[in-house]
């Protein structure tokens, strides 16, 4: 069973996600803001992590980043959610180092191919002799 950690200020939207995800067998642990995310990854590292961009006090660019530099999380696969899908702040999150982004409302279709998405690319990085061999697609924004 694979492992998500959702990142989200609305429990609504985090409940909703979570049970989605189990769909996928997927168990998931929700933060409900970023510095319980941050207090989270220090527990376990997950497989993926959905991370909602306009939350309170720190936004989800910032805590894009602070995944990236850390060691541990360095090479988890993040996706960037949000309501707002203007192309600025998709490219803005894409910077800060995320693997893909899904709108708001999420679509299970959307959800659905991300996944296999971050599936290919967790099982290239757990071989990497496979790496060379195999293309990975780029997980791209989902609308």
């Given amino acids: 069973m694979s492992f998500a950690y959702i990142i989200d200020d609305c429990r609504e939207h ?3 996600l979570s049970q989605w995800l189990s769909l996928f067998n997927y168990a998931t642990r929700v933060a409900l803001g970023p510095l319980p995310a941050i207090e989270a990854l220090a527990w376990r590292i997950p497989d993926v992590i959905f991370l909602d961009i306009h939350m309170q006090g ?12 850390d060691p541990r999380t360095a090479e988890v696969a993040i996706i960037g ?6 192309p600025a702040l998709v490219e803005r999150v ?30 290239a990085r757990r071989h990497p002799a496979l790496m060379a061999k195999a293309h990975l697609p780029h997980l791209r924004p989902a609308h």
């Fill in 81 to 86: 959610m949000s309501s707002d899908t203007q």
């Fill in 94 to 123: 894409r910077l800060a180092g995320a693997n893909g982004f899904l709108g708001k409302p999420l679509e299970f279709e959307a959800l659905d191919e991300v996944l296999q998405a971050v599936e290919k690319l967790n099982q």
């Fill in 14 to 16: 985090a409940d909703s």
């Fill in 58 to 69: 720190m936004d989800g660019v910032e805590v894009c980043r602070y995944i990236r530099r």
